[in-house]
């Protein structure tokens, strides 16, 4: 069974950067996708950014291409999402996701597996 676990989030001001973690186990993880999802309060979870396990292809949402970057180290099974410029309108809930197969994937339902969400606030 697949265990994500996201670390990193706190409180920043606009214009920092942050750094997400999210550490996975529980199986080998060949064609498996990871991506980044945020949620703010009374917004739909939305799709951030996804890397392929494998090769370390990536897939970014249009709107945040640019300020955020995804990363991985196979090595230690850990993926990143590197936050830069942040906003104000970048505070929300961050959720680390996996599935087998295509990276390319935006839809939240299409990911089996997920962490518990690490808070992002960013404050004026």
């Known amino acids: 069974q697949v265990q994500l676990l996201e670390t990193g989030g706190g409180l920043v001001r606009a214009g920092d950067s942050l750094r997400l973690s999210c550490t996975a186990s529980?199986?080998?993880?060949?064609?498996?996708?990871i991506a980044w999802f945020r949620q703010s309060p009374g917004k739909e979870r939305e799709f951030v950014a996804a890397i392929r396990y494998s090769g370390g292809s990536t897939y970014y949402a249009d709107s945040l291409k640019g300020r955020f970057t995804i990363s991985g180290d196979n090595a230690k099974n850990t993926f990143y999402l590197q936050m830069d410029s942040l906003e104000l309108e970048d505070t929300a809930v961050y959720y680390c996701?996996?599935?087998?197969?295509?990276?390319?994937?935006?839809?939240?339902?299409?990911?089996?597996?997920w962490g518990q969400g690490t808070q992002v606030t960013v404050s004026s």
């Open positions: 529980g199986s080998t993880f060949t064609n498996y996708a």
């Open positions: 996701a996996g599935r087998w197969g295509g990276f390319w994937i935006t839809r939240p339902r299409d990911y089996p597996d």
